[in-house]
């Protein structure tokens, strides 16, 4: 069974490399079963499209 | 470098005008001394960059329409220099150099967050964030976001700021910095762990319970 180190790597490295099948399904069955894992994988890729938006021009702040 | 070409006006341009104001200028060249010699690790290299950026900035102002991402443009050229400079040269510096700082780090960060049996401690679990758009709007979550990057441990910072500011690929980012792509990945994981505790600890949380 993957533990949540384990899982919140991967879902990291979902941002940098494919995951193999294997890899999937093991996260998969782990996110379906802890919210924790589940919530840090959606902050993952919050994190990205802020860093993106940050660099970008945060134009956003301005859109209002 | 400003007095080098006084045939452009500020009323030709008028976003030209900042870069007649001292203190926005400082500031702005300050900030991208430190952005370029975290990512290319030579000073001189470093202030180089930033004077062509600045310059390059200067001379298409007019080609430049809003004032006020002025910095984030500047940042953008600045960016595109730096990524020249890393790919021109191979880096020597040894990446674990740099595994310095105050803040935690490597198993210390790891221990902090995790239990034992690799299940997360529980005052670390992930809280839910609101949609990320409202904060994204609000001036003050960019200073928490920048404070946060700034208290990243040195290495960390500086290969997250290639792979999701410069966009370097990950390949391209081992190859310049003589590192392998697991100890790559590890780091930028840390790094994120890192960055998403602080996020959450200054922004998230702090607004929940503030409000």
């Known amino acids: 069974m993957m533990n949540c180190k384990e899982a919140t790597q991967l879902l990291s490295e979902k941002l940098d490399r494919p995951l193999d099948t294997k890899e999937k399904v093991m996260l998969g069955v782990h996110t379906a079963m ?31 | 470098m400003i007095e080098a070409n006084p045939s452009l006006s500020a009323s030709e341009a008028p976003n030209a005008a900042l870069f007649y104001d001292q203190e926005f200028m400082e500031s702005l060249r300050s900030q991208m001394v430190k952005f370029a010699t975290l990512q290319v690790q030579d000073a001189q290299l470093a202030e180089d960059a930033v004077q062509e950026a600045m310059l390059s900035a200067y001379q298409n102002i007019d080609k430049f329409g809003r004032q006020a ?73 960019w200073r928490v976001f920048d404070a946060c990057l700034t208290a990243l441990p040195e290495k960390y910072g500086r290969f997250f700021m290639m792979r999701e500011f410069l966009e370097m690929a990950t390949p391209e980012i081992c190859h310049n910095e003589d590192i392998s792509v697991s100890s790559l990945n590890v780091t930028l994981y840390r790094a994120r762990l890192r960055l998403r505790e602080c996020l959450e600890d200054n922004w998230y949380q702090a607004k929940e319970s503030g409000s």
Request: charged share 35%; proline share 3%; glycine share 6%.
């Open chain 2, 69 to 141: 991402a002025l910095k984030t443009w500047v940042f953008s050229i600045l960016k595109n220099k730096l990524i020249d400079l890393l790919r021109k040269e191979k880096r020597t510096t040894v990446a674990s150099q740099l595994e310095n700082g105050p803040n935690l780090q490597g198993d210390a960060l790891m221990d902090h967050l995790f239990k034992e049996n690799g299940h997360w401690q529980k005052s670390e679990r992930p809280q839910k964030w609101d949609d990320p758009d409202h904060g994204v709007e609000n001036e003050h979550f």
């Open chain 1, 34 to 64: 802890c919210s924790s894992c589940k919530q840090f994988g959606r902050q993952m890729e919050d994190i990205r499209s802020l860093a993106k938006q940050y660099s970008k021009g945060k134009q956003t702040e301005e859109k209002k």
